[in-house]
T-cell receptor
Framework: GAVVSQHPSWVICKSGTSVKIECRSLDFQATTMFWYRQFPKQSLMLMATSNEGSKATYEQGVEKDKFLINHASLTLSTLTVTSAHPEDSSFYIC???????????FGSGTRLTVV | DQQVKQNSPSLSVQEGRISILNCDYTNSMFDYFLWYKKYPAEGPTFLISISSIKDKNEDGRFTVFLNKSAKHLSLHIVPSQPGDSAVYFCAASGWTQGGSEKLVFGKGTKLTVNP
């Protein structure tokens, strides 16, 4: 089955620094990956759609200069939170899939804490 | 503007009984619906889905019902088992302007199955 690996699973960083989160599809090629953010007791909010070889498509209200997405290969997408602030503390999850309808596989998520 | 709503934040059920999780949506353009199960600090796991052309899909103990006219779907788990205890997310599928699939999630319902 499709496996998506996300790293790191948790990270603590100082305010003002940048953090990179990796999302890898291990046994399939993913031309599209998705990045979500989840606040406590809230739904998963789509931040952006990451397209291999082209610019990511950001959802309304998501700052593209703050959340840099790079999808340089068919198996790797990265999300960099730049100049992180405490309000960026959240659970970030990526997803990818082989088929076009629905059954996307999610990574295990990254808990980011900015202090 | 919440397009996918799960109005019950929690549900408690006795082992062996039926669990019914509900979900409502507002956007009639959604044409595919999914249920995901999520444990703490993990990414969601795909459970079951249903196309808008169907009104029922069954997979073992899990059955999803769709009422398009009411814009309502439900997930039935029978018999419920303690291992089913998790947060269940309802998701609706649409398409982004770029032509890729986009999932919109509800806030989730925490199911607790008591032994």
């Amino acid at each position: 089955g499709a496996v998506v690996s996300q790293h790191p699973s948790w990270v603590i960083c100082k305010s003002g620094t940048s953090v990179k989160i990796e999302c890898r599809s291990l046994d399939f090629q993913a031309t599209t990956m998705f990045w979500y953010r989840q606040f406590p007791k809230q739904s998963l909010m789509l931040m952006a759609t990451s397209n291999e070889g082209s610019k990511a498509t950001y959802e309304q209200g998501v700052e593209k200069d703050k959340f840099l997405i790079n999808h340089a290969s068919l198996t790797l997408s990265t999300l960099t939170v730049t100049s992180a602030h405490p309000e960026d503390s959240s659970f970030y999850i990526c997803s990818a899939g082989k088929n076009s309808r629905g059954g996307y596989t999610f990574g295990s998520g990254t808990r980011l804490t900015v202090v | 503007d919440q397009q996918v709503k799960q109005n019950s934040p929690s549900l408690s059920v006795q082992e062996g009984r039926i669990s019914i999780l509900n979900c409502d949506y507002t956007n009639s353009m959604f044409d595919y619906f999914l249920w995901y199960k999520k444990y703490p600090a993990e990414g969601p796991t795909f459970l079951i889905s249903i196309s808008s052309i169907k009104d029922k899909n069954e997979d073992g103990r899990f059955t999803v019902f769709l009422n398009k006219s009411a814009k309502h779907l439900s997930l039935h788990i029978v018999p419920s088992q303690p291992g089913d205890s998790a947060v269940y997310f309802c998701a609706a599928s649409g398409w982004t302007q770029g032509g890729s699939e986009k999932l919109v999630f509800g806030k989730g319902t925490k199911l607790t199955v008591n032994p």
